[in-house]
Structures are given as structure tokens and as C-alpha cells.
């Protein structure tokens, strides 16, 4: 019985000397606390371009309203609807005859004009040669000088007439004013068309360049201009103002434009203002009406903190948040105040350079708690 028990107790001892190996003691074994492992950047102040995304739509460079400048009967159109047309290109020719008859007519008078102003004149040749022999009156002499005068009015106005009466009928043709695309024409052959009247016979737009007209709100502008007098940006150098173009599919137009215009005036519905662009089009590829956004580059930060997306979050007011390790190893909760830049984020207020900032295991990381924190390297992101 005494050698039972004795085997017992030494069970028991064993069973808890295995259970105290399992439990360990403090800092032993799976009892321990583990300190979790983040990935960090150290922020680092680089020069950066300030660009921002605006909405807008493409206009024409050009948009001619073609009227007739006289009255008239279609008598034919001489072009495609649709079609690239030169300047100074034929588009409609009205019924000529009644603007010929008025230039022949206009010819006629003049002929008629210089006929008479030759006679005066060789009368106004022969009394001056016979005044020096006083064999002319004075009173001759005025009359034939004030005959003279009156030929050579009657000439100069038979000559205007001519001229007016030319320009009538040049204007039957109806010709192109600038370069462009024609629209489609609204009258036809046969209809009756007056001079100056409301309603164009077609319209003719030039799409190359092409302008997009952009809207900015007043407040992003009114900072900007604020954080450029304080000297906290730069503005862009020349060659850096330009503007690319992305597309509804998401891809940039293969060519920059330029910034040509910045309105002075802020809309009273929407409280922006309009910005306009102009854009090379030797393909056609943009259209009128089109809508675009454009990326325009404004400013450029000497010493901006740039930071990854992931790095960036958003608390439950919309604030956006980041977490930094302290000197401590320490996780620490920091408020920020960015703005965006491309891919990354642009850090205003919140962050200063040399920080290190978590940007992989943020779940692992509580505030105040200790992390181990770990350098490691972003790729770069792929800008369009």
C-alpha cells in the first residue's frame, strides 16, 4: 500500500512538473509578449511639381457662322457637308445676273463719266492757252474750272459704283472664312437666302489646335496664390506650365498643351473660374464638347514630404491620420493635413522630416505600444 502511494505522489509530481515546463515562467515560452514588426519610411523633404486635376471640355479654335452678304437664290452648293474646307474655299453660289446687270451697268457709267471729264478737260486746256492772249473772259475761265471739278467728281463717283457693284457680285459666291470642318447646310438649291440674315447656312470650326476650357474653384486658387506669397511654393517655371490632357478611357493624350488664359472673374453659380488651354489636334482626335480632365502644373514645393497611400488613412470625421514611430519605438497617432500629388500624398502640416512613418502591419501597431520597426523601400509609383 506504502509503495502505491509512493508511486502516486510521483506521478503527481511529474504531471506538475510538465504542467509548470508548459506555463514557463515570465519571459519564457509562448507566454511572453511578443513585440510586433512594422515596415517604416523615414520621410524625406524632395522637390516636387504641385499639379492639379481639372474638369473640363474641348472648344473649337476657331467657329465661323457662314451668312450671304447679299440676297439671292441658291444656285448651287460646292461642297461636302462634313468636309475639311480651306479659307477663301468656294461653299455656295447664289444666282449672279441681277449683281451682273448692276456691274455692267456700274462700267458703263464710268465710261460715260470719263468720256465727259476728257471733253471738260481739253476745254479747260484750250481757255487757259487763249486767257494768256485775253481773248477768254474770266467768267469763261470759272465755268470751265468748275466743269472740270464737277467731271472729276462724276468719275470718282461712277468708279465706287463699280467697285460696289464688283463687290456685289463677288459676294454671290459664297466662300469659306476660315479653315475647318464644315457642319451640315441648312438651305439647299432653290431656297431664297437675304444679305446679313440670323440663321448661318452652315458653320465651319477649326479643330487644330483645339482649346479646353477648364474650371478651377476660386478657393483652391485663392491658396495656392497664399502659399506662393508666404513662400512656401514656388511658382512653375515657364517650360513647366504645361498641361496634359487625360481621357475618358483614362490614358493622357499623346501631346501637351499649353496654358494660354486664366479668367479674372469668378463665377457667381458656381464660385469657379475658367482657365483655358490650347492644345495641338493634327489628327483630330478631339472633337467639340468633348469632356476631359486636364493635369495641369501650378506650383513647385522645394521641400515636400511626400507620403504612400497606404500610409494615410481616414478617422471617423474624414481627418486624415497616419501612424509614426517615436524615438521610444513607441507608436504615436498623428493628424495630418495633405493634399494630393499624384499617387503619394503631400504632407501641409503634421509631419516633419526625418519621421519614421509606418507603412506596412499598421493593424499589428497600437497606439503607445512599443513596435520593432523595420526599414524597408517602396517601389516607385507608376505615374501616366
Do not use: H
Not at 70 to 93: D, T
Not at 232 to 261: H, I, Q, W
Not at 375 to 380: G, I, N, Q, S, T
Amino acid at each position: 500500500m506504502i509503495k502505491e502511494l509512493r508511486v502516486l505522489r510521483g506521478v503527481a509530481l511529474t504531471f506538475t512538473a510538465l504542467l509548470s515546463a508548459g506555463c514557463g515562467g515570465p519571459g519564457q515560452g509562448t507566454g511572453a509578449t511578443a513585440v510586433p514588426e512594422v515596415g517604416i519610411i523615414i520621410v524625406q523633404p524632395q522637390r516636387v511639381t504641385i499639379t492639379a486635376l481639372l474638369p473640363g471640355r474641348t472648344v473649337a479654335y476657331r467657329i465661323a457662322q457662314v451668312r450671304p452678304q447679299v440676297s439671292g437664290i441658291i444656285k448651287q452648293r460646292l461642297f461636302v457637308e462634313g468636309a475639311l474646307v480651306k479659307a477663301g474655299q468656294p461653299l455656295y453660289q447664289l444666282d449672279p445676273a441681277p449683281y451682273q446687270a448692276a456691274y455692267d451697268s456700274a462700267q458703263a457709267a464710268v465710261a460715260k463719266a470719263e468720256a465727259n471729264l476728257l471733253t471738260v478737260r481739253l476745254k479747260y486746256e484750250r481757255y487757259q492757252k487763249l486767257a494768256a492772249t485775253g481773248d477768254v473772259s474770266q467768267q469763261d475761265r470759272d465755268d470751265v474750272t468748275a466743269s472740270l471739278s464737277q467731271a472729276q467728281a462724276d468719275q470718282k463717283t461712277a468708279l465706287s459704283a463699280l467697285e460696289t457693284a464688283r463687290i456685289n457680285l463677288a459676294y454671290t459666291r459664297i466662300v469659306a472664312p476660315i479653315e475647318g470642318r464644315t457642319a451640315t447646310s441648312v438651305y439647299t438649291e432653290g431656297a431664297l437666302v437675304t444679305a446679313n440674315q440670323d440663321s448661318p447656312l452652315t458653320t465651319v470650326q477649326q479643330y487644330a489646335p483645339m482649346y479646353v476650357d477648364l474650371t478651377q474653384p476660386a478657393s483652391a486658387v485663392m491658396q495656392l496664390r497664399s502659399q506662393l506669397a508666404s513662400g512656401a511654393l514656388k511658382n512653375a517655371d515657364a517650360n513647366s506650365a504645361s498641361v496634359r490632357l487625360l481621357m475618358d478611357d483614362g490614358r493622357f493624350y499623346p501631346t501637351e498643351g499649353r496654358l494660354e488664359f486664366t479668367g479674372v472673374t469668378v463665377s457667381e453659380s458656381t464660385g469657379a473660374i475658367t482657365l483655358r488651354a490650347v492644345f495641338p489636334n493634327p489628327d483630330g482626335v478631339l472633337l467639340p464638347g468633348m469632356y476631359v480632365r486636364a493635369q495641369l502644373a501650378e506650383a513647385v514645393d522645394e521641400k515636400a514630404l511626400l507620403l504612400p497611400q497606404q500610409a494615410v488613412t481616414r478617422d471617423t470625421r474624414g481627418e486624415a491620420t497616419t501612424l509614426v514611430v517615436g524615438p521610444d519605438d513607441k507608436v504615436e497617432l498623428r493628424a495630418l493635413t495633405v493634399e494630393p500629388a499624384a499617387d503619394q500624398w503631400r504632407v501641409v502640416a503634421g509631419l516633419q522630416a526625418g519621421e519614421r512613418v509606418i507603412v506596412q502591419g499598421q493593424i499589428k501597431a497600437k497606439v503607445d505600444a512599443a513596435v520593432k520597426p523595420t526599414l524597408v523601400e517602396l517601389k516607385a509609383p507608376v505615374r501616366g
